[in-house]
């Protein structure tokens, strides 16, 4: 048990770890919100072909597998590294059932039978890895879950029959109907963002929910809910079934944003990266993951120039990362977002309402 | 023992036949009938002593890591790292100097003294806090890693055996009889068996340091409860330094015997770590014969799995992880 409760970011603060709502109530008269929402949806106007795709789409993307990451860790205290995997897995599904370059391996099934049942067994799969997971406690989760992520991509990288070993599958094709090409930048931006937003919403809403109350509870003291009655196994694999509902989402979308998959897609260094998206971005809030996604984007496109431009070797986009995402940890432990709510809350000193307030 | 087949019978029932099958299968010559179905013999027994000999350097990089986890709850998982870092330091003091032991001295020390900073440096800083010193070994991890990427580049480094080690031995295992009566002898390579070798008696010095000397009882007893054993006057800052810098050696060290039988490049960081990681999960957390036990099992599964059904080796080590966790959560030597 008490590994569980250490297991915490912030166990000296365990009412502090993540406030109950995701998207309050006061956000949707906030303006701030309604700025964004309205910046997000005329993209396509300001924003040209790369920007909106390349530095935005993938945002979102990213945000999306960080998302099922920062529910699992924010709202369940299980940190699980397989959200990747499990994306990895939805793409590897959509590829091998639908139609791609590779037809010996493509069933060819049309992307509307493809994309439920890549959908559904990377849940199942994600579902049936929780269930494992939550076999040990706190800090054991990280470990299996890591070394499911790493199995994973080993085994994509062994096997030709169903992965095609190394090379993975290319040209895979998207969907096409009602006379529109979804991966056409535009409608594909769209799709994205109805996905993102979708998964936003319902992880605001699902914390909100008898379920997300009770998932709360079981992350701040198992023992306490299930002497009231919970099962605390239970919620928790539900927590991950979601989870990898919603990264599966976010594999599909990959997948039809780059086109073709291989084991470098789902190695775990790109598994470690969703953690680092949604550590740095913070995983106390469902906004923090698609900030961090935003950093990490814009550090993964411009590191290079930047680095160039100040006169030093263009490659250590890794060590930029692996040194922010330290000094994160180190400093900040709830992230960007964490940062921004203290600065926030220094300046309102004293007007923050009662229960609504966070002690930084 | 006797309370183990008191306690669960059939179960001991059916590892002692599978005990004796494997026994069978290494000492006897094998029918014909089998060869067909199986393949040759020299392959099997091949497979068996790759598999015995990789747990060797397995349990070499999982020791330190069970050690560090079961003393300060630290799931170093820059423990890879490590591992690739003394392959590395071993490979340059092992170009420079042509000493196969200077490289292993210097790889232990080195990789040590970097453990040693990292627990002073930054674990100590968070203690208490598993999660966020876990994370911190994630950053680490890449920090490291792309450190030695810059310094070494993405080439393959292999370093010299020794001559006095270089050449098969013969082994007392029939792999097979010829025709006209001769039998014929297993060959195996003599450095894998030197560092077998090596890497039980390291197991044992472990053992016997952890379970007869004073050191180890203080290590035990901050296993069990740390606080009442800061309470008592010891210096628990102090043991933990030492066990960091003696796992982070161990890890140091099995850098080099990788680089020497196999070869390391970047990635090899990763290989090693979900080894380990496996290793003690299948074993136990904090265990040091559970590290072994897991250790051959793993190294067992992956080179007979690599042999007779190569696509899909790795789901076999999975498949055993998955079994453990869902019989026995806590490993299967976990004292606790």
């Known amino acids: 048990m008490s590994i569980t409760q250490n297991a915490r970011l912030q166990p000296d603060n365990p009412a502090a770890v993540a406030p109950a709502t995701g998207l309050t109530r006061t956000d949707f008269g906030n303006p701030a919100a309604w700025a964004l929402a309205v910046i997000l949806i005329i993209m396509p106007l300001i924003a040209n072909g790369f920007f909106l795709i390349e530095i935005f789409g993938t945002t979102l993307i990213l945000g999306v597998v960080a998302l099922s990451l920062m529910f699992l860790a924010g709202y369940g205290g299980m940190v699980s590294l397989m959200q990747l995997t499990i994306a990895g897995l939805a793409g590897y599904m959509t590829a091998v059932l639908g139609a791609s370059g590779n037809a010996n391996i493509s069933l060819g099934w049309p992307w509307w039978l493809a994309t439920p049942m890549a959908i559904a067994l990377a849940t199942l799969f994600g579902t049936v890895g929780g269930a494992l997971a939550v076999r040990t406690e706190g800090i054991y989760t990280i470990m299996i879950t890591l070394a499911i992520a790493s199995a994973f991509y080993y085994f994509t990288n062994q096997n030709w029959v169903i992965f095609n070993g190394h090379t993975g599958i290319n040209s895979i094709v998207t969907p096409h109907f009602w006379g529109v090409d979804w991966r056409a930048d535009i409608p594909f931006y769209y799709v994205i963002l109805a996905v993102a937003v979708l998964c936003f919403g319902a992880v605001s809403y699902l914390v909100r929910t008898p379920f997300g109350l009770a998932l709360q509870g079981v992350r701040d003291n198992p023992r306490r809910m299930a002497a009231l009655g919970f099962n605390v196994n239970a919620h928790r694999v539900a927590a991950y079934a ?29 598994a470690i990266d969703i953690l680092i998206i949604a550590v740095v971005g913070g995983i106390t809030r469902p906004i923090g993951p698609f900030i961090g996604a935003l950093i990490f984007v814009l550090l993964r496109t411009f590191t290079l120039d930047f680095l160039v431009a100040i006169g030093f070797d263009g490659n250590r986009f890794r060590l930029l990362i692996g040194l922010g995402f330290l000094v994160i940890v180190l400093f900040s432990p709830d992230g960007i977002v964490g940062l921004w709510e203290r600065w926030r809350g220094r300046g309102e000193q004293g007007q923050t309402q009662p229960g609504g307030g966070r002690h930084g | 023992m006797t309370k183990l087949i008191e306690r669960h019978p059939i179960w001991s029932l059916i590892l002692l036949i599978a005990i004796a099958a494997a026994l069978w299968l290494i000492f006897a010559t ?25 747990g060797g350097l397995y349990f070499l990089v999982a020791s330190g890591f069970t050690l560090i986890f079961g003393l300060m709850r630290n799931v170093n998982l820059a423990h890879g790292s490590l591992y690739l870092f003394g392959g590395y330091v071993g490979y340059a003091v092992s170009v420079a100097t042509g000493s196969w032991i200077l490289s292993f001295i210097a790889a232990f020390i080195i990789v040590a003294l970097v453990g040693v900073a990292m627990q002073i440096l930054v674990f100590r800083r968070i203690e208490g806090q598993d999660l966020r010193q876990t994370m911190v070994t994630i950053g680490l991890s890449i920090v490291f890693a792309d450190l030695m990427l810059w310094a070494f580049g993405g080439d393959f480094y292999q370093i010299q055996t020794p001559h006095a080690l270089v050449g098969p031995i013969e082994l007392p295992f029939v792999t097979a009889v010829k025709s006209s009566g001769e039998a014929v002898y297993l060959q195996y390579p003599m450095v894998r068996l030197v560092i077998l070798v090596a890497s039980i008696v390291i197991g044992i010095a472990m053992w016997l340091a952890l379970n007869r000397t004073r050191i180890g009882m203080i290590v035990r007893a901050g296993v069990d409860d740390r606080d009442i054993l800061a309470a008592m006057g010891v210096r628990i800052q102090l043991v933990f330094v030492l066990v960091f810098a003696l796992g982070a050696g161990l890890a140091g060290m099995a850098g080099v015997v990788g680089a020497t039988f196999q070869s390391i490049s970047p990635g090899e960081d990763i290989r090693f770590l979900l080894a380990s990681l496996v290793v003690v999960i299948i074993g136990g957390m904090g265990s040091i014969p559970g590290a072994a036990l897991g250790a051959v099992i793993v190294g067992l599964a992956e080179q007979l799995g690599s042999v007779y059904i190569p696509t899909y080796a790795i789901v076999v080590t999975f498949l055993i992880m998955v079994l453990v966790l869902a019989v026995r959560p806590q490993g299967l030597l976990a004292g606790r």
Do not use: C, D, M
């Open chain 2, 30 to 54: 094998w029918p014909p009938g089998l060869e067909e179905a199986f393949g040759r013999k020299k392959v099997f027994l091949s497979a068996v002593f790759n598999g015995i000999t990789l």
């Open chain 1, 242 to 270: 979601f989870a990898s509902f919603v990264a599966a989402l976010g594999g599909i979308l990959q997948v039809w944003n780059y086109r073709q998959i291989s084991p470098g897609s789902v190695g775990v260094e790109r």
